[in-house]
């Protein structure tokens, strides 16, 4: 949400059941690309398994698709350990929010409506590691192909959680009790966008572990996506883009990349919208985020 900065392709679909330790998955439309067809049942496209039962790669998954929980996603994540490339969020991505912090969060955990904030309701911030294996924990768990989850981070941070940025004269909570744990002030003008995903704090309730923790940060800009795929930010409905159709996005396609510009311009399929997901394209192409 800081700055103006994701391919499908249609493909035969193979579905198989996939049986792991702890569930029976249905896996459909296999594939390691951003550019999947997502499975048309709604199942859940994990896409395929790597030799330790995990997949491989995690795939968007459809709108009102079947997600896995977040113990499932944090196990899979863990059999695959990737290193730290950005040693200076090494703090911020052991850090994880409070019982207590969590039960003010879910009280009020933004401006929107009752079911708006029901979709945050799951979020937790509950997983540390590497900055890479926390993008993929929160792509898991949310159902947003890893690959545009790294793009879009990289745009909006450089993949630095410390990183505050945007220029605002509203410098507070707006529908948040002052004695609440996630209440945020800080003196006028600030920089209001917070962390690896850019939360925006006049709007989105989540100080302080915006900041302080990568994986809440993560985990609270998918919830938000998936909330915008499902179609549940009601004051889009009928608005129409030539490049994403009329919301609420009935192809996935149209719900990934329509969202991510979404989290931007806050329009749907404006130029702004258009242009930043431009930008992550170009990102997904060149694969500029830290290796």
């Known amino acids: 949400m800081k700055r103006a900065s994701l391919v499908f392709a249609t493909g035969s679909v193979r579905c198989l059941l996939w049986i792991t330790s702890a569930a029976l ?5 296999c594939s390691t690309s951003a550019t999947d067809q997502a499975p048309a049942d709604g199942g859940y496209d994990g896409g395929p398994p790597d030799g330790g039962g995990a997949p491989a790669h995690f795939s968007t998954v459809p709108p009102h698709g079947l997600l896995p929980s977040e113990d499932q996603c944090a196990a899979w994540v863990s059999s695959q350990p990737t290193p730290e490339t950005v040693p200076a969020n090494q703090s911020a991505n052991q850090t994880t929010p409070t019982q207590a912090w969590l039960s ?19 979020v937790t911030g509950n997983f540390t590691g590497s900055t890479d294996m926390i993008l993929r924990w929160a792509a898991c768990k949310w159902g947003v192909d ?27 909570s707006r529908n ?36 302080s923790s990568t994986a809440l940060n993560a985990d609270y800009r998918m919830a938000r996506q ?51 997901v431009q930008q992550l394209k170009t990102i997904l192409t060149n694969r500029s985020w830290p290796h």
């Not at 209001?192 to 925006?200: A, C, D, F, N, R």
Request: some cysteine; charged content about 15%; glycine content about 10%.
């Open 146 to 172: 890893e690959d545009v989850v790294r793009a879009e981070a990289y745009e909006e941070s450089s993949w630095r959680q410390s990183l505050a940025a945007d220029d605002d004269a509203v410098c507070h």
């Open 226 to 276: 998936r909330t915008c795929m499902n179609g549940d930010i009601s004051w889009l409905y009928g608005q129409t883009s030539t490049d994403w159709g009329t919301y609420p996005p009935s192809t996935t396609d149209g719900a990934l990349y329509g969202c991510m510009g979404q989290w931007f311009s806050g329009g749907w399929g404006d130029s702004g919208a258009v242009n930043y």
């Open 176 to 211: 948040v009790p002052t004695t609440a744990l996630n209440y945020w002030s800080e003196p006028s003008p600030c920089h209001p966008s917070k962390g690896i995903l850019q939360i925006k704090l006049i709007f989105f309730n989540a100080f302080p572990y915006a900041e």
């Open 104 to 122: 003010d969060l879910h009280a009020i955990p933004l401006q929107g409506t009752p079911t708006e904030a029901a979709d945050i309701a799951p």
């Open 25 to 29: 998955w249905p896996i459909c439309g």
